[in-house]
């Protein structure tokens, strides 16, 4: 069975920092790219940040660049996406999905998806 745990979400204040947690299971990891996506209440869900099988990595929106960034652990078969400078806009339900090799910013476009976990930064 094809699992993505998402976890590490919370309730954090303006300019503190948190850490996503994405554990995968039932598929080869190595050979998956992973994406985070945020969607916040009334508002279309966004992609975030993305690392492919290579590891490297795409910011795939401009709010997060310089703040937030993503790895992997390849043999814990996790991803991970460290938030700093927190703002009450990056408040959402956050997920991870994976796809063949390559980031994609449609999340339309990837194969398997997690729960989500809620952030919240009050202001």
């Known amino acids: 069975e094809v699992q993505l745990q998402a976890s590490g979400g919370g309730l954090v204040q303006a300019g503190g920092s948190l850490r996503l947690s994405c554990a995968a299971s039932?598929?080869?990891?190595?050979?998956?790219?992973i994406g985070w996506f945020r969607q916040a209440p009334g508002k279309e869900r966004e992609g975030v940040s993305c690392?492919?099988?290579?590891?490297?990595?795409?910011s795939l929106t401009d709010s997060v660049k310089g703040r937030f960034t993503i790895s992997r652990d390849n043999a814990e078969n996790t991803a991970y996406l460290q938030m700093n400078s927190l703002k009450p806009e990056d408040t959402a339900v956050y997920y991870c999905?994976?796809?063949?090799?390559?980031?994609?910013?449609?999340?339309?476009?990837?194969?398997?998806w997690g729960q989500g976990t809620q952030v919240t930064v009050s202001s």
């Open positions: 039932g598929f080869t990891f190595d050979d998956y790219a």
């Open positions: 999905a994976a796809r063949n090799y390559y980031c994609a910013k449609t999340g339309s476009l990837y194969k398997y």
């Open positions: 690392i492919s099988v290579s590891k490297s990595t795409q």
